[in-house]
C-alpha cells in the first residue's frame, strides 16, 4: 500500500511540475515575443491569462507543505508565494494604471526563469528520480541574479500602484458602514512594502543556505 501511495506521489508531483513549467513556458515566450514585436507597453495584456493561471496554480504548493506532499517549509514557501499572489492579482490585475510599466518586463521575465529552471528540476526529479548535476546548478544559482531583480520589480510594481490605491480606494472599506469597521488598501500596501525590508535578506539568506547545503551534498556523492 505504501507504494502505492509513493507512486502516486510521483505522478502526481511530475504532472503538476510540468504542467506548471508548461505555463511558465509560455508566459516567457510570450513576454519575449512582445518585446520584440510590440514593445514593453504590450508586455501584461499578452501573458495576462497565462501568468495568472501559472502563478496561481502556486498555491497547490503551500497545500502541499501543509499536508507533507513535499518536504518545504511553509515558512520560506508561504511569503514567496503570497507576495506574488500579491502582486499578480492585487497590483497588476487590479490597477490597469500600471499594466504598461516598463517593470511588467523585468518582472515576468525574471520570474518566468525563475520558475522554468525549478519546475523541470522538480518535474525531472519525480519522474527520474534524479536531476542532472547542470540542472540542479540552474536550480540553485539563477536565484543570485533573478531574485534580485524580481523582488525590486515586485517594490517598484506596488510602489506605482500606490497613487491609483489612493486615488480609486479600491478594496477599502470607508465608515460608516453596517459593520461599523473600516479598511485602507492603500495602507496595507504600504505594510506589504515594509515587511520587504526583513523578508528580502531572510529569504535570500535562506536560499543560500539551501544553495550550500545542495551543491555540496552533491561533491561529496
Not at 46 to 53: F, G, H, Q, S
Not at 168 to 193: E, Q
Amino acid at each position: 500500500m505504501a507504494g502505492v501511495l509513493s507512486l502516486l506521489r510521483r505522478l502526481y508531483l511530475s504532472a503538476y511540475n510540468w504542467i506548471v513549467f508548461a505555463g511558465w513556458f509560455q508566459v516567457l515566450f510570450l513576454t519575449l515575443k512582445t518585446l520584440k514585436e510590440s514593445g514593453y507597453e504590450h508586455v501584461y495584456s499578452n501573458v495576462e491569462k497565462p501568468l495568472l493561471l501559472a502563478q496561481s496554480a502556486a498555491f497547490l504548493e503551500i497545500l502541499h507543505g501543509i499536508i507533507g506532499l513535499v518536504r518545504s517549509p511553509i515558512t520560506a514557501t508561504l511569503p514567496q508565494i503570497g507576495s506574488r499572489l500579491y502582486v499578480v492579482w492585487g497590483i497588476l490585475y487590479s490597477f490597469p494604471e500600471v499594466q504598461k510599466h516598463p517593470l511588467i518586463s523585468s518582472l515576468v521575465i525574471s520570474w518566468s526563469i525563475t520558475e522554468i529552471v525549478r519546475y523541470s528540476f522538480f518535474g525531472t526529479k519525480e519522474a527520474f528520480g534524479s536531476a542532472p548535476y547542470w540542472l540542479l546548478w540552474l536550480r540553485y544559482s539563477t536565484f543570485l541574479v533573478l531574485y534580485p531583480t524580481g523582488i525590486s520589480s515586485e517594490i517598484g510594481m506596488i510602489y506605482n500602484a500606490l497613487p491609483f490605491m489612493k486615488e480609486s480606494g479600491m478594496y477599502s472599506v470607508r465608515m460608516p458602514n453596517k459593520w461599523n469597521f473600516s479598511f485602507d488598501y492603500f495602507y496595507l500596501a504600504i505594510v506589504v512594502l515594509a515587511i520587504y525590508v526583513p523578508g528580502i535578506p531572510h529569504l535570500y539568506g535562506y536560499m543560500l543556505g539551501q544553495r550550500k547545503k545542495a551543491l555540496m551534498k552533491t561533491k561529496k556523492e
